[in-house]
Every structure is written in C-alpha cells, then in structure tokens.
C-alpha cells in the first residue's frame, strides 16, 4: 500500500465521482447536517463523506 497514493488520491475524491445521482448527493449532504463533528473528523484519517455514501 502507497500511503503517500493513497492520501493524494482521497483529497481529489469528490462526490461526483461516487455517484451523480440525487439520492448519493442527498445522502452526503444530510450526513453532513447530521454529522459536522464527523466530516471535520474523517479527513484525519484521509477519509471524506462523499467517498463513504
């Protein structure tokens, strides 16, 4: 595993690329109502909302 690939990746991941449809998009966005703490918590850990839903 490359972690230097692996971080570079992530931070250029967006929700267009998990899915475009209304249902992926509502999902992250009401992820991110509910969740503040947790989307400001993930990028810790080279994670991000959109690449979860």
Request: hydrophobic share 30%.
């Amino acid at each position: 595993m490359d972690i230097a690939k692996t971080k570079e990746y992530y931070s250029e991941y967006g929700r267009e690329d998990v899915c475009t449809c209304a249902y992926c998009h509502n999902l992250v966005d009401e992820i991110k109502a509910a969740y503040p703490e947790l989307t400001e918590f993930l990028p810790d850990f080279d994670r991000r909302v959109e690449a979860q839903a």
